[in-house]
């Protein structure tokens, strides 16, 4: 095992998958995968994951300042720390997700520093991100585990902002490629529907571009994928999303949805979104 470990960070949007992703990673005897630790407020430790150490905010109440020196020089320190070798790991890393990417501007210029590996995770269905944020919203329940009561909820969707919504996305997962290549970053990017569809390749594909070794036993995560009813009983105006949609570069998603929901019903399947469309897997070499 090498004297010091691969640092990597998980670079994702909300409703992606990636408290899975991060939970599965860690599920490998070589890699410590941590939750978002640069949450806007969080103190104390993660509660899934790797959890023994705190979320940056908290680090930050509790390090007295330097004279002279600022936040940027204590993100440093924190992150040193946090990549630091230890006894039998061979990987290290954290969920980040866009935004908090623009909160704290050091970080680009670390990870450039310290050859920081970019796992990029998107969901190439944009419209099923937007759905699972409205369904997390309303149900109140944003990541499930196993044996969770899972509450039903009908949505209606507001046809007058939703494609804006899906640019917003859209434009979000290009800036993420911009700083990636702006700052020539090692880049893996996966997609949700990728875990999803081929599960197995796409682990193995990401723990080649961290450096580790497969796991003798199949990598696992305590979280579920929570399951769905077809459209026309989630979304209360689907005639109308339908409406908005057609004739659009997003027509696609919802099309692919409505199979997945129907083939879900139809199967059984866990997860609605193994059958969608998904975008290739992009790589920029080491």
Not at 23 to 42: K, Q, R, S
Not at 99 to 115: E, K, M, S
Not at 172 to 194: D, F, K, M, Q
Request: hydrophobic share 40%.
């Amino acid at each position: 095992m090498r004297g010091r470990p691969t640092p990597f960070v998980v670079l994702t949007s909300p409703r992606t998958g990636s408290a899975w992703l991060v939970d599965t990673l860690n599920d490998h005897p070589a890699i410590a995968a941590y939750p978002e630790l640069f949450l806007p407020e969080a103190t104390g430790m993660p509660d899934y994951a790797s959890s023994d150490v705190p979320y940056f905010h908290g680090f930050l109440e509790r390090v007295r300042p330097f004279p002279g020196r600022g936040r940027r020089l204590r993100l440093f320190g924190y992150l040193g720390s946090l990549y630091a070798g230890r006894a039998g790991v061979g990987a290290v890393g954290f969920k980040l997700m866009y935004g908090q990417v623009h909160a704290n501007p050091g970080l680009l210029p670390y990870f450039a520093l310290r050859r920081v590996r970019v796992l990029h995770l998107i969901r190439a269905n944009l419209f099923r991100a937007v759905l699972s944020y409205d369904v997390a919203k309303s149900t109140g329940v944003f990541h499930a585990r196993r044996g969770d009561a899972l509450p039903s909820t009908i949505l209606r969707l507001d046809p007058a902002d939703l494609i804006e919504r899906l640019e917003q996305r859209e434009e979000a997962v290009t800036l993420a490629r911009r700083w990636v290549e702006r700052y020539r970053l090692p880049y893996l990017e996966v997609s949700y529907e990728g875990m999803c569809d081929r599960r197995e390749e796409t682990l193995s594909r990401i723990l080649r571009f961290l450096g580790v070794e497969p796991s003798e036993d199949r990598l696992d995560s305590a979280f579920a994928r929570i399951n769905s009813v077809p459209l026309s009983e989630l979304i209360e105006n689907l005639y109308d999303v339908r409406g908005v949609l057609a004739g659009t570069r997003f027509e696609w998603m919802l099309e692919a949805a409505e199979r997945g929901s129907m083939r879900t019903v139809a199967a059984g399947v866990t997860d609605p979104d193994a059958a969608s469309l998904a975008e290739p897997t992009r790589r920029v070499s080491k």
